[in-house]
């Protein structure tokens, strides 16, 4: 039973550039979320998906946008990147449960800015 | 959105029992509160959620008081291994929009000696 997939592993990217991320959940989970984790620092929610809509969102901007397909994958968008947009962006999958927050996380996209 | 506090580091030897409290106001009153570990260049892991009073499972027991201010993760006969660093997770209150958020903590970064 694979779990949490992401990919790619390593991204470098420039300023102003457009980046897709994606994660494929653990088999069976219907719900995804993403997190930025700086160096350093506790990861940073920006949003969660279920059911193809964005279910909750943390305080990021709009340039971060995401999607889930139905066969549950998702993908986050990060547009007109800046510097401090340079970060691990962890994927976690879950099943619906309400006020449980048991997440299965994938091993991150490493995403440099430049 | 919630507030938590977690210690930066701690420190302990093999064998003995360590206690990470995560202080967290302002959370969902009716989320749990989860506990994950993380390795350097991983995602961090489930440890244990709890509501209130105590849990227990096979790695680690939850203490959270009545008041679910505060919550304990205890690590019973901690060995080398253990050397990660520990997360609380707590769910936002509901916004004016009633979007929600999630909320890590800063993280614990535990150190156990031979």
């Known amino acids: 039973d694979a779990g949490v997939t992401q990919s790619p592993t390593h991204l470098i990217k420039t300023r102003g550039q457009q980046v897709t991320l994606r994660c494929s959940p653990k088999?069976?989970?219907?719900?995804v979320s993403w997190y930025q984790q700086a160096l350093g620092q506790g990861p940073q929610f920006i949003f969660q998906?279920?059911?193809?809509?964005?279910?909750q969102r943390g305080n990021f901007p709009d340039r971060f946008s995401g999607h889930q397909f139905p066969n549950y994958s998702s993908e986050l968008n990060v547009n007109a990147l800046l510097l401090g947009d340079s970060a691990l962006y962890l994927c976690?999958?879950?099943?619906?449960?309400?006020?449980?927050?048991?997440?299965?996380f994938g091993p991150g996209t490493r995403l440099t800015v430049t | 959105l919630a507030k938590t506090t977690q210690p930066i580091s701690m420190d302990s030897y093999e064998g003995q029992e360590v206690n990470i409290t995560c202080s967290h106001n302002?959370?969902?009153?009716?989320?749990?509160i989860t506990w994950y570990q993380q390795f350097p260049s991983q995602g961090p892991r489930f440890i244990i959620q709890?509501?209130?009073t105590k849990v227990t499972n096979e790695v680690a027991s939850l203490f959270i008081p009545a008041d679910r201010k505060s919550s304990t993760l205890s690590l019973p006969r901690v060995s080398l291994s253990d050397t990660a660093v520990y997360y609380c997770?707590?769910?936002?209150?509901?916004?004016?929009?009633?979007?929600?958020?999630?909320?890590f903590g800063s993280g614990t970064r535990l150190q156990v000696q031979p």
């Open positions: 976690a999958s879950s099943l619906d449960g309400g006020s449980s927050y048991e997440q299965y």
């Open positions: 088999s069976g989970h219907d719900t």
């Open positions: 998906y279920y059911e193809e809509e964005e279910r």
């Open positions: 302002n959370i969902a009153t009716n989320d749990y």
């Open positions: 709890g509501y209130k």
């Open positions: 997770l707590v769910g936002d209150p509901p916004m004016d929009t009633g979007r929600r958020a999630l909320t």
